[in-house]
C-alpha cells in the first residue's frame, strides 16, 4: 500500500518492542518497503502514547495528529490520508 502511494503519504515504521532482530525478520518477511526506525530506549512510543503493535498515527504536515487507530485497514489509512490536505 506505502508502495503504490508514495505521492499521497510518507510511512514510517517505529519498532521499539522485542528486538532489532525481529523488527528486521519483519521486514524481511514482509518485504516492507517503508523507512523502519528502531528505538531501543521505546521513548518514541511512550512520547506518542504507543501501547501496542499495529497502531497507525496519522500527522499532518505540521507535525499535529489528525487521527489513530489500532489496526487500521487500508481504506481507513487512505481516506485519513485524503483528507490531510483540509487539516
Same mark, same amino acid.
Given at each position: ?21 525481529? @523488527? ?5 518477511? *514482509?518485504?516492507? *518497503? ?5 528505538? =531501543?530506549?521505546? @521513548? =518514541? ?6 501501547? =501496542? ?19 487500521? =485497514? ?7 490520508? @485524503? ?5
Amino acid at each position: 500500500m506505502a508502495r503504490d502511494n508514495t505521492d499521497k503519504f510518507t510511512l514510517i515504521g517505529v519498532g521499539a518492542r522485542d528486538s532489532l532482530g525481529q @523488527a528486521e525478520d519483519f521486514v524481511n518477511r *514482509t518485504g516492507a *518497503t517503508f523507512t523502519m526506525l528502531w528505538d =531501543s530506549s521505546s @521513548a =518514541s512510543w511512550n512520547g506518542l502514547g504507543i501501547t =501496542s503493535q499495529h497502531r497507525i498515527i496519522v500527522l499532518n504536515r505540521f507535525g499535529q495528529e489528525v487521527d489513530r487507530r489500532a489496526n487500521p =485497514s487500508h481504506s481507513w489509512i487512505l481516506d485519513k490520508v @485524503a483528507g490531510i490536505g483540509t487539516t
